[in-house]
């Protein structure tokens, strides 16, 4: 088991393009989340997964952003028509959900986003 | 809503000395985590030590503990005999039920030789 991990590491992309960013989580994980941290900033939670089913999102996920978890395996986020202010750092998290209340989240190394 | 306040940017003692972390929220939730995140430059965010809202009893991780003061909804960090790898971002992070995360902005360590 290598941990959470996410590609790419770094996506620089023209203002308007649209970008996909991939995370596969810890195998058999069944909670898959999605955080974004702007610079000087802490992690912001966008949307979360239990296996395939979206659960919720925020209300910083615009209509241009999507994101997508497949027979509950990994999951992809694509942001259509980018903006400077997306910017950011991508951070996304999995966990083994049981029902209890605590279940550790862990981290992968995250996609750090520059829209020019 | 939820939320955390760090109110110390940054951070800066030298190696082998204690320094304390501060780090306040707001939760009209009676049972809750409340976690430290280490965030080391370029690298991914790691636990450091967690602190269930029903223990009144402070959590303790080798050199990390934590004063949890419940009523005053303050959750601070100690670092004893610091370490220069302990250099990094800090993040204080409050779990409800829901599972997700709350953040606080950070606080950037850095341990001097």
């Known amino acids: 088991d290598t941990g959470v991990s996410q590609n790419p590491r770094h996506k620089i992309t023209k203002r308007g393009q649209n970008v996909t960013f991939r995370c596969d989580p810890i195998?058999?994980?069944?909670?898959l989340y999605w955080y974004r941290q702007t610079l000087g900033q802490g992690p912001e939670f966008l949307t979360y997964?239990?296996?395939?089913?979206?659960?919720?999102k925020s209300r910083l996920l615009s209509d241009r952003f999507s994101a997508e978890r497949p027979k509950g395996s990994f999951s992809t986020l694509e942001i259509q028509r980018t903006e400077q202010g997306d910017s950011a750092m991508y951070l996304c998290?999995?966990?083994?959900?049981?029902?209890?209340?605590?279940?550790?989240?862990?981290f992968g190394p995250g996609t750090r986003l520059t829209v020019l | 809503a939820q939320t955390v306040t760090q109110s110390q940017p940054e951070m800066s003692v030298q190696e082998a000395e204690t320094v304390t972390l501060s780090c306040t929220y707001d939760?009209?939730?009676?049972?809750?985590?409340l976690f430290w995140y280490k965030q080391p430059p370029s690298r991914q965010m790691i636990l450091v030590i967690r602190?269930?809202?029903?223990?009144?009893q402070n959590a303790t991780e080798n050199r990390f503990s934590v004063n949890f003061q419940k009523a005053a909804k303050s959750f601070s960090l100690k670092i004893s005999d610091s370490q220069l790898g302990d250099t990094a971002m800090y993040f204080c992070?409050?779990?409800?039920?829901?599972?997700?995360?709350?953040f606080g902005q950070g606080t950037r360590l850095t341990i001097n030789p």
């Open positions: 602190q269930e809202a029903y223990k009144q």
């Open positions: 939760t009209s939730e009676n049972n809750y985590y």
């Open positions: 998290a999995s966990s083994s959900f049981s029902g209890i209340f605590y279940n550790e989240q862990f």
């Open positions: 195998s058999e994980h069944n909670r």
């Open positions: 997964f239990q296996n395939e089913a979206q659960l919720e």
């Open positions: 992070a409050f779990m409800p039920y829901s599972q997700k995360l709350v």
